[in-house]
């Protein structure tokens, strides 16, 4: 019933941005969140950040917290995460996913429908 592609990943250097994107489509009306998660090689699926699509409200994990700053136009239909001073431990496979309900949340178990991911690699 939701539909999400995510975009903007590639190979940047230690310092650099990135934004990522995340594109909806499909019964967005149901969507009660977006977040964004991410999972190294060998690594758990790591939460990243969340926003929720009718009041902008976010969370971040520490990691991404100061860093990283998520946020949606919902005329388009699609979540972005802006993230600056990219660093080694940053470089995963990165993977929106939405939420039909409360509350906003860091577990992947909870998310109902999942992207294909964007690889992220950062470089020295």
């Known amino acids: 019933q939701v539909q999400l592609v995510e975009s903007g990943g590639g190979l940047v250097q230690a310092g650099d941005s990135l934004k990522l994107s995340c594109a909806a489509s499909g019964r967005t009306d149901r969507i009660y969140a977006v977040s964004w998660f991410r999972q190294a090689p060998g690594k758990e699926r790591e939460f990243v950040a969340t926003?929720?699509?009718?009041?902008?409200?976010?969370a971040y994990s520490e990691p991404a917290r100061g860093r990283f700053t998520i946020s949606r136009d919902n005329a388009k239909n699609t979540v972005y995460l802006q993230m600056n001073n990219l660093k080694l431990e940053d470089t995963a496979v990165y993977f929106c996913a939405s939420k039909d309900r409360p509350p906003l949340s860091g577990r992947p178990a909870s998310m109902e429908y999942w992207g294909q991911g964007t690889q992220v690699t950062v470089s020295l």
């Open positions: 926003i929720s699509r009718s009041s902008g409200s976010t």
